[in-house]
């Protein structure tokens, strides 16, 4: 939200109040209050009338500030937050001077500026990150509108933002406007599925805008040298997180608002649906996993969209007995086949649900301020919306989740929670309901994910999400939402989920082909190559079946190679699958991400890393040709095996069965012995794949197993020709070593191998 009209200027109506000074500053053993006033104090006369500002400064965790701004403390109702499970009381330092008074947690310092021009400097040691400056904090009244509360924290010369959630615009935040408020606005427009009050920048370190309500972010929009970020009312909230690198603030941001646990492994394999507007029943599903079964198509989870259910009854958790006579004796015989199964719901109860009267008398659906119950035609004719405050609503919706599952369903696809009101509603638990639109999200995919690790336990837990918010990554898997099937949405959602895993979501998935209308073939190979090379792998659309050979014939291959490869690689994305869920830094994850120092890597948002040694360059073009980034040193493509130098962009063709797939330098990748299915003993038949190893280095390597923990830590070092392995914890059973396709004797459980390549 724009307050000023140019530098000088002021909207009409706005009248600004800006922290002029830090007036008095109290002390205390594990926080600073800060007086601030609006103007300068010269005499006791300018005491008198206000505003001034409340500041509380404290940290919730080494290397992060909370700065808490208040105007009028008691004049409104608490406001709601993001979930902070990792907040905590850690111990600080604070320090006193002529000029100023420090607070220090971890790596991270603030000062306050004493005298007359009003200041807050962040710093790493004597490094600034950011500096809260003149006409930087301000209360803000503007007539007809409303009051508000703004903070803009400096930004350097070449200083480029990212995240504040799945976002499909530039990738790169500067220059935009960002609202923070859930929408179900698809994935071609600026509005968001999955809101994060969370931007990451590359001097490395990140602001969390500690708010559950509609946040508004001016990105060097509306002074070119700050981000500024403002909301409604007397308070504002946030914390400011310290690096140095971004995969260090994303660990700090996590360990603040959680972290992800780990899927099952069958969920990395691919998911095939029956699309959302097609006709289906059980012999048309069935047709399909019978197809993909005799073209050798590998499948791991089958599907259900919404027609599982009956039109119209959108939820009442009940099969459609016309297209589906018997679903127990269905799920049975597909669970027979080595299928995990999948279905579609949303937390709308329509009105001619057999439910919605039973939820309306009960109190289980939000209410209006009259009394009775919220409802809208935008979606299922006369919906109503469970109300995930209610404790006895979330039983009650978790209950009839439950049957299902009895009978054999294994997960959920938790759609929609985003076309939720923020007005003349209330909540079982008096929220306002303008704080809970953002939250609404996060509290239903908590309750479908918490019954999930209630029956199946938490190592089977996993849903397929579409809308969230800070901290939602505790309840994974999230994919993109409504795309359309051509190039350029494809290019627009792998920006969207770079944005989002900037925000600390270490899994992320994505409608292969584009959900809305028919992929052309180009578009379809192209996006499965993409989409088999993200966390996790789904064929979705909306009127148009996903199976490849009703695109064409060569799909079949495509969809084939690059779902037996990802199987192929499952001992490597399954330890670095681990690795996210300690670490907090996603799998997919942006090249600034990955090398924060080199320049050419600021803007990159065609291309990614697929954990530590996976560089994926998806092409969006019919002819094949693409452009990818190489940063500095030897860089060895996956397929071919051919080597090329880094430092300097490659322009490559490739056809359907290729795309610019690269192996980091200095790389041992574990290789797994099946190709078939993504869930199998991975530190049984592996191979320890060398990649441009320098004489004199040693590379490290981990091999995760099935059940989610690492099976195996050791290191390769290259000497001349030899290759030393040293299996440091844990062991691999009838493992060998390979270098560049030359293939050491298999050891059937040994520690220790030393090899004359």
């Known amino acids: 939200m724009k307050f000023t009209d140019g530098q000088w200027l002021l909207q009409p109506g706005v009248a600004a109040h800006y922290a002029t000074q830090a007036y008095a500053v109290e002390l205390h053993e594990d926080r600073l209050v800060v007086l601030a006033t609006t103007r300068h104090i010269k005499h006791r006369g300018d005491t008198l009338q206000g505003p001034t500002l409340t500041l509380t400064i404290s940290s919730p965790l080494p290397g992060a500030v909370r700065v808490q701004v208040e105007h009028y403390a008691a004049s409104q109702p608490p406001r709601l ?39 807050l400097v962040f710093r790493e040691g004597d490094r600034v990150l950011t500096r809260s400056d003149w006409r930087g904090l301000a209360w803000m009244q503007w007539a007809g509108k409303g009051n508000y509360m703004q903070e803009q924290l400096t930004l350097a010369v070449g200083e480029t933002v990212y995240g504040l959630g799945e976002r499909f615009t530039p990738w790169v935040k500067n220059g935009q406007v960002v609202e923070n408020t859930n929408r179900d606005g698809g994935t071609a427009c600026e509005q968001a599925y999955k809101s994060v009050p969370f931007y990451l920048t590359n001097r490395g ?39 140095p690198t971004p995969k260090d603030v994303v660990t700090r ?35 399909f996993i019978d197809e993909m079964k005799r073209r050798e198509l590998p499948l791991s989870v089958f599907h259900f969209d919404c027609f599982w259910m009956r039109e119209f009854q959108w939820c009442d958790f009940q099969w459609d007995k016309r297209q589906f006579p018997d679903p127990e004796a269905m799920l049975a015989r597909l669970h027979a ?104 999200a996060l509290q239903y995919n908590e309750a479908v994910y918490n019954l999930l690790v209630d029956v199946r336990g938490e190592e089977e837990a996993v849903v397929f999400a579409r809308s969230t918010y800070a901290s939602g990554q505790r309840y994974p898997v999230h994919w993109g939402g409504d795309c359309w099937s051509n190039f350029e949405s494809m290019a627009e959602s792998l920006r969207g989920g770079l944005s989002l895993t900037t925000c600390g979501f270490a899994f992320w998935s994505h409608d292969i082909g584009g959900f809305e209308g028919n992929p052309p073939p180009a578009v379809y190979k192209r996006w499965i190559q993409f989409g088999l090379l993200s966390s996790h792998s789904r064929l979705h659309g909306s009127s148009f079946y996903r199976v490849p050979w009703l695109v064409d014939e060569e799909s079949c291959t495509v969809l084939q190679a690059f779902t037996r490869l990802k199987h192929r690689l499952m001992p490597y994305l399954y330890s670095q699958a681990i690795a996210a869920t300690e670490t907090g830094v996603p799998m997919m994850r942006s090249m600034v991400m990955e090398y924060p120092h080199d320049p050419a890597c600021t803007t990159l948002d065609r291309q990614y890393h697929l954990g530590d040694s996976l560089l994926v360059a998806p092409v969006f073009t019919e002819s094949g040709e693409v452009d990818a980034y190489l940063p500095e040193g030897p860089w060895t493509h996956l397929l071919s095996g051919e080597v090329k130098a880094g430092g300097r962009w490659v322009r490559e063709t490739h056809d359907f069965l290729s795309l610019p797939l690269y192996v980091a330098p200095n790389t041992v990748l574990p290789w797994g012995n099946e190709a078939e299915r993504p869930d199998y003993e991975f530190d049984r038949g592996v191979t320890l794949r060398v990649f441009a190893l320098a004489d004199g280095a040693t590379a490290s390597f981990a091999v995760a197993s099935l059940q989610g923990t690492i099976a195996a830590r050791g290191t390769v070092r290259r000497t001349g020709g030899r290759y030393q392995v040293e299996i440091t914890e844990g062991a691999l059973r009838d493992w060998c070593l390979d270098v560049d396709g030359r293939r050491s004797a298999v050891q059937s459980s040994a520690t220790s191998l030393s090899w004359e390549a």
Not at 89 to 112: H, N, Q, R
Not at 211 to 234: D, L, N, W
Not at 388 to 395: E, G, I, L, S
């Open 81 to 119: 937050h993001v979930p902070m499970p990792g907040a905590g009381a850690p111990k600080v330092t604070i320090a006193e001077s002529d000029a100023k008074v420090t607070l220090t947690t971890g790596s991270l310092s603030v000062d306050v500026l004493k005298g007359d021009n009003w200041g």
């Open 253 to 287: 941001l996590t360990a603040l608002t959680g972290r992800a646990p780990l899927p099952p492994a069958w969920s990395f394999g691919l998911w095939l649906t029956t699309s959302f507007t097609t006709n289906y029943d059980e012999a048309t599903t069935t047709s």
């Open 337 to 440: 086949r080595g299928l995990k199964i999948s279905l579609w719901i949303n937390p709308y109860i329509a009105q001619k649900s057999p439910l919605f009267a039973e939820g309306a008398a009960a109190g289980y659906f939000i209410r209006r301020t009259n009394g009775g119950v919220f409802q809208t035609d935008q979606w299922q004719p006369g919906m109503a919306i469970v109300d995930f405050t209610n404790p006895a609503a979330v039983a009650w919706y978790q209950g009839h989740l439950r049957r299902l599952l009895a009978m054999g369903v294994d997960c959920f696809k938790t759609d929609f929670g985003e076309r939720i009101p923020d007005a003349d509603v209330v909540y079982f638990d008096g929220s306002d309901p303008v704080e809970m639109h953002n939250l609404y």
């Open 205 to 243: 370190y990140g602001v969390l805008v500690n708010e559950a309500g509609p946040a508004s972010f001016e990105v060097a929009s509306e002074k070119t040298t700050r981000v500024q970020f403002s909301r409604e009312g007397e308070s504002l909230d946030y914390v400011v997180l310290a690096g």
